[in-house]
């Protein structure tokens, strides 16, 4: 069964402050990892999509890499208005089209 | 509308009953899935829909829940004889083809069982 596992589950930053959040996963054949946004009484938004080890995408402050265990989501210099969860999502052929979800980040910058 | 639009956004019911929620999908999306988030969780997967194929159910809890989808477009999910662990919300999800990731998300239907 695919697991995904995200850490920390929560994260206090002070504006500015650079940091990473974790995916690990265990899939069998990995078709595509990604990264969602989402805010209090929101559905999740689609950020990145990453589909082999080595690939970077980036999108203003925020950047995704991805190994062949794990994924990470690199804030730089973020901003209060980057607060939010960030959740992360594997989906495998064996899985069907189904994604599975991590836990999933609390972000809080503070200003 | 431009998006996924989920209704009702709130729903308070008595443990026993049963509700049914539904979901519009973007216009032209063939794919459509259900998740439930409970409180600080994650998502979990209930029901994927991909054009006419016979619908991925493997995430379904129990025999209480159930779904449709009609003309390849509106969905239903129903939750019959609610109970208290039901309470979550539901979310809505479509996009072009579910060989890709990229879901475009309603903004949930809050079921509260009390």
Same mark, same amino acid.
């Given at each position: 069964?695919?697991?995904?596992?995200?850490?920390?589950?929560?994260?206090?930053?002070?504006?500015?402050?650079?940091?990473?959040?974790?995916?690990?996963?265990?899939?069998?054949?990995?078709r595509?990892?990604?990264?969602?946004?989402?805010?209090?009484?929101?559905?999740?938004?689609?950020?990145?999509?990453?589909?082999s080890?080595?690939?970077?995408?980036?999108k203003?402050?925020?950047?995704?890499?991805?190994?062949?265990?794990?994924?990470?989501?690199?804030?730089?210099?973020?901003?209060?208005?980057?607060?939010?969860?960030?959740?992360?999502?594997?989906?495998?052929?064996?899985?069907?089209?189904?994604?599975?979800?991590g836990?999933?980040?609390?972000?809080?910058?503070?200003? | 509308?431009?998006?996924?639009?989920?209704s009702?956004?709130?729903?308070?019911?008595?443990?026993?009953?049963?509700? =049914?929620?539904?979901?519009?999908? @973007?216009?032209g999306?063939?794919?459509l %899935?259900? %998740?439930?988030?409970?409180?600080?969780?994650?998502? =979990?997967f209930?029901i994927?829909?991909?054009?006419?194929?016979?619908?991925?159910?493997?995430?379904?809890?129990?025999?209480?829940?159930?779904?449709?989808?009609?003309?390849?477009?509106?969905?239903?999910?129903? @939750?019959?004889?609610?109970?208290? =662990?039901?309470?979550?919300? %539901?979310?809505?999800?479509?996009?072009?083809?579910?060989?890709?990731?990229?879901?475009?998300?309603?903004?949930?239907?809050?079921?509260?069982?009390?």
């Amino acid at each position: 069964e695919d697991q995904v596992t995200q850490s920390p589950e929560a994260l206090r930053l002070q504006e500015g402050e650079s940091s990473s959040l974790n995916c690990s996963y265990t899939v069998s054949g990995l078709r595509g990892l990604f990264w969602y946004r989402q805010d209090p009484g929101k559905g999740p938004e689609f950020l990145f999509t990453l589909y082999s080890a080595g690939e970077e995408k980036e999108k203003e402050r925020l950047k995704a890499t991805l190994t062949k265990k794990e994924s990470f989501l690199h804030i730089t210099a973020p901003k209060p208005e980057d607060s939010a969860t960030y959740l992360c999502a594997v989906q495998a052929p064996a899985a069907g089209n189904k994604l599975t979800f991590g836990g999933g980040t609390r972000v809080l910058v503070k200003p | 509308g431009a998006g996924v639009s989920q209704s009702p956004s709130n729903k308070v019911t008595e443990k026993g009953k049963d509700v =049914e929620l539904r979901c519009d999908p @973007i216009s032209g999306h063939t794919a459509l %899935y259900w %998740y439930r988030q409970s409180l600080g969780q994650g998502l =979990e997967f209930l029901i994927y829909f991909q054009g006419n194929s016979a619908p991925d159910k493997s995430g379904l809890p129990s025999d209480r829940f159930s779904a449709e989808r009609t003309g390849g477009s509106v969905s239903t999910l129903t @939750i019959q004889r609610t109970q208290q =662990e039901d309470s979550a919300v %539901y979310l809505c999800a479509s996009t072009f083809s579910g060989a890709t990731g990229e879901l475009f998300f309603g903004e949930g239907s809050r079921l509260t069982v009390l």
